[in-house]
């Protein structure tokens, strides 16, 4: 045990990886995605084990500058990502991404850490990256979600209010279902950590109540915001569907 949580050991690591080899092998039989799959497996940890260092350098130099640094970087992957799904070229909807998620989940960060934890330092790291990953997480997504229905509303029925409003309560779907199972079905990372790490479990509630609200705000701030900037590419739009 390390301050109070169970550590993981990497031969224990290892266990967990035996159910992933299970339904790696029937998705490379049973489609063509498997591949995919793996790359994506690959990518997920070397990039989880790049961050452990990068974060461990962080947190030992606590500079603002480097603090803002990766908040600017971080928005400026979500804003690229979010942009998978759209048929689009995503250098015409760039600025679009990141001014939303800059806009709606960089206010809700800013309450969130000055309003909500009241922080000191403003910028201290151990809270303001993690939290910051969860919100443009939740931008970035919702900003996806929206950009994919908005696009196939809009080319089917050609009214930018009606494809907007479908849009909108599309992106926010994955967060609505998080609202309605959250301490039925799932007890949600931020609280399961708290718990592990033996904090209340009444406190580790008002976190995870807070961390709700976040998500929720920035997914639909950040949608609210790209859908009303994609009215701008509605002739785009048009002219792809008429050709």
Not at 112 to 123: I, K, N
């Amino acid at each position: 045990m390390t301050d109070g949580i169970a550590e993981i050991s990497l031969t224990g690591l290892m266990l967990a990886f035996v159910p992933v080899v299970f339904v790696m092998l029937i998705l490379l039989r049973w489609t063509t995605v498997g591949y995919e799959t793996l790359y994506a497996f690959g990518r997920m940890l070397l990039q989880l084990t790049v961050i452990g260092y990068v974060l461990v350098y962080i947190f030992a130099a606590s500079h603002p500058a480097v603090v803002l640094a990766v908040l600017g970087f971080m928005m400026l992957v979500a804003s690229w990502v979010a942009l998978r799904a759209s048929s689009l070229p995503r250098s015409q909807l760039y600025l679009f991404s990141l001014a939303s998620v800059a806009l709606g989940g960089g206010s809700v960060l800013a309450l969130v850490s000055q309003g909500v934890l009241a922080l000191d330092p403003a910028l201290e790291p151990r809270y303001v990256i993690p939290l910051a990953g969860m919100i443009f997480a939740s931008s970035m997504n919702s900003i996806s979600l929206a950009a994919e229905r908005f696009e196939a509303e809009f080319k089917s029925k050609g009214d930018y209010a009606s494809a907007r409003g479908t849009a909108l309560r599309a992106s926010l779907i994955p967060i609505t279902n998080s609202l309605f199972a959250v301490g039925l079905v799932s007890l949600p990372g931020m609280m399961t950590g708290q718990i592990l790490s033996g904090v209340s479990p009444l406190i580790a509630a008002r976190y995870q109540i807070m961390v709700m609200c976040m998500m929720f705000a920035s997914a639909g701030l950040s949608a609210s915001l790209f859908l009303l900037l994609m009215k701008s590419k509605a002739d785009t739009l048009t002219d792809k569907k008429a050709s």
